[in-house]
């Protein structure tokens, strides 16, 4: 039972390049979220996906772009990248069963350190 | 969203209780407030949540006094290994989970 994967753990990129970052988890779960984290910073939400099908953008989304691929898997993509991306990225997810869905908590990938040059 | 305050750092030693509090002014009906503690390289991890009154686990207890406008995470008699970065959530009732800053703990020998 791995949780919540992500991939590549590492990655240098060069300003303007692309890619995608994956995260996949076999808990189940309807909600998935993508984080970043600055050096001595604490964690900002890029995106989310509420259920399958539905993405919304959250604190930081600009110079990102994200795919419910389906219940398993959320991704983030880059499409040109900036030394400022320059973060790493956790991956989360959780569980929503019932409306006030005010106290599932969350489950975190161990993250992907990415740097742009 | 739900604005959370709480310290930036806080220094403790080695085998005494540590009590981080949390200040949520704008709390909702509905809310929890949940904590979450990070460590270097790593995901932040659940710690504890409540809704009122005390909560304990095997790792914290949660005390949220009854008008719910605060929280304070105690940790008691401390390690090194609790040296960390402590997160306040409050859920707006909203599927987006916002953190601020955290507190960062520095447990000394």
């Known amino acids: 039972n791995a949780g919540v994967t992500q991939t590549p753990k590492f990655q240098v990129l060069k300003t303007g390049q692309s890619m995608t970052l994956q995260c996949a988890q076999d808990m189940n779960h309807n909600s998935m979220y993508w984080y970043r984290q600055d050096p001595g910073m604490g964690l900002r939400l890029i995106y989310y996906?509420?259920?399958?099908?539905?993405?919304d953008k959250g604190e930081v989304p600009n110079g990102y772009n994200v795919s419910r691929l389906n219940k398993r898997e959320f991704s983030l993509r880059l499409e040109s990248a900036a030394p400022s991306q320059t973060s790493v990225y956790f991956c989360?997810?959780?569980?929503?069963?019932?409306?006030?869905?005010?106290?599932?908590?969350?489950?975190f990938g161990s993250g992907t350190q990415l740097s742009v040059l | 969203l739900a604005k959370t305050t709480q310290p930036i750092s806080m220094d403790s030693y080695e085998g005494q209780e540590v009590n981080i509090t949390c200040s949520h002014n704008n709390i909702a009906t509905n809310d929890y407030i949940t904590w979450y503690q990070q460590f270097p390289s790593q995901g932040p991890r659940f710690i504890i949540q409540g809704y009122k009154t005390k909560v304990t686990n095997e790792v914290a207890s949660l005390f949220i006094p009854a008008d719910r406008k605060s929280s304070t995470l105690s940790l008691p008699r401390v390690s090194l290994s609790d040296t960390a970065v402590y997160y306040c959530l409050v859920d707006t009732g909203r599927r987006a989970l916002t953190f601020g800053s955290g507190t960062r703990l520095q447990v000394q020998p």
């Open positions: 989360a997810t959780r569980q929503i069963v019932q409306a006030a869905w005010s106290n599932e908590k969350l489950f």
């Open positions: 996906s509420a259920s399958e099908g539905t993405t």
